[in-house]
T-cell receptor, first 116, second 111 residues
């Protein structure tokens, strides 16, 4: 039974470049979340998928951010034209969507992004 | 008013003592509440969920929820040095799927 995995674990990029992160949720979890976390803060909600449908997206998310979850399995988060303020840990989480623990979220190890 | 408020700490307790962590939230309609533990440099790890008023116990951990006061707490009994971490309170917003996290309380358990 594998947990949530994320790739890459670390990414260093130059300002203005595009980056893409991948998240593989726990198998059979139909809910998937993306968060961003900076030092000293809790995770900040970015977006939520139920299966392949993106049902909620933070108003804080600019047009430079986009996420997909084709076929309701893995998900990708893309940041276009990165800025230094995008430097953060990007976390993915999944939850079963059914049963007693339907909305308990389990986090992946995160992708740490550094924008130079 | 912040959506979730937690004392940032640090909260320092001696080994074997009870650690009490508190959280208040602003969304009166919230139904789902969570406590996560986060070690430095690691991702959050779910400790407990609570949905009904009252207490919920799991091993050394007890979560307490009071919806009328919009207050949720976590008690850690027989605290161990390995409990030293940041504890994050979270809840689901009303009618949506957004999970809102507090900034966390840092706990230090002194051996």
């Amino acid at each position: 039974d594998t947990g949530v995995s994320q790739d890459p674990r670390h990414k260093i990029t130059k300002r203005g470049q595009n980056v893409t992160f991948r998240c593989d949720p726990i198998s059979e979890h139909n809910r998937l979340y993306w968060y961003r976390q900076t030092l000293g803060q809790g995770p900040e909600f970015l977006t939520y998928f139920q299966n392949e449908a993106q049902l909620e997206k933070s108003r804080l998310l600019s047009d430079r951010f986009s996420a997909e979850r084709p076929k309701g399995s893995f998900s990708t988060l893309e940041i276009q034209r990165t800025e230094q303020g995008d430097s953060a840990m990007y976390l993915c989480a999944s939850s079963p969507g059914s049963g007693a623990s339907y909305n308990e979220q389990f986090f992946g190890p995160g992708t740490r992004l550094t924008v130079l | 008013q912040k959506e979730v408020e937690q004392n940032s700490g640090p909260l320092s307790v001696p080994e074997g003592a009870i650690a009490s962590l508190n959280c208040t939230y602003s969304d009166r309609g919230s139904q789902s509440f969570f406590w996560y533990r986060q070690y430095s440099g690691k991702s959050p790890e779910l400790i407990m969920s609570i949905y009904s008023n009252g207490d919920k116990e799991d091993g050394r951990f007890t979560a307490q929820l009071n919806k009328a006061s919009q207050y949720v707490s976590l008690l850690i009994r027989d605290s161990q040095p390995s409990d030293s971490a940041t504890y994050l309170c979270a809840f689901h917003n009303t009618g949506g799927f957004k999970t809102i996290f507090g900034a966390g309380t840092r706990l230090f358990v002194k051996a």
